[in-house]
């Protein structure tokens, strides 16, 4: 059986050690987090995207699912209270600001718009609208939810 989507593990592992060292950077100097506790939480963080991302570019061989998915299946199963490693992980992932993530995602946002600066202007002023009105839409819609589920809850 010849594999149509191949796993290119240098790649991957070289994308993420860039994204660990982004949120190292981020959450030792802008959270305050200790340096060992940022490296083991981030490192585990960025190995199970590394399985989650190899797993999911492997299995697109047999059946076309994200790769986020395959992910979040490897995430949920090892945080589980059935998993003998889930204390481990609740540590690790304590230690460390979950808002750190955003940093790298930003950075690769930034430098991916910018790749397509030009084609971003060609689109026009009517893209900003769109866009911006989409984002407030969302907002919006966000914090509808939020009240309805707080009132429910009754916490508001």
């Known amino acids: 059986m010849k594999l149509k989507y191949k796993v290119n593990f240098a790649q991957e592992a070289v994308l993420l ?37 190899c797993l999911g570019k492997f299995m697109n061989n047999f059946v076309k699912l994200p ?11 090892i945080a589980c209270p059935l998993s003998p490693i889930a204390d481990q992980v609740y540590d690790l992932s ?22 397509d600066i030009r084609t971003f202007l060609k689109m026009g002023w009517k893209l ?7 984002i407030a839409g969302s907002y919006i819609g966000s914090v509808i939810v939020a009240q309805v589920v707080m009132m429910l809850a009754g916490n508001i």
Do not use: H, Q, R
């Not at 340096?35 to 199970?48: A, E, H, T, W, Y």
């Not at 790769?67 to 199963?77: D, G, K, T, V, Y």
């Not at 993530?101 to 910018?114: D, E, K, Q, R, Y």
């Open 128 to 134: 900003i609208i769109i866009g911006l009105l989409v």
């Open 17 to 53: 050690l860039i994204s660990m060292a982004i949120m190292l950077i981020t959450n030792i100097y802008g959270y305050g987090v200790d340096p060992v506790d940022s490296v083991k939480g981030i490192g585990m963080l960025c190995l199970i995207g590394f399985i989650g991302v």
């Open 94 to 115: 304590n230690k460390m600001e979950f808002m750190t993530p955003t940093s790298a995602l930003g950075a690769f946002a930034g430098i991916s718009l910018g790749k």
């Open 67 to 77: 790769s986020f998915l395959w992910l979040a299946i490897i995430a949920i199963l």
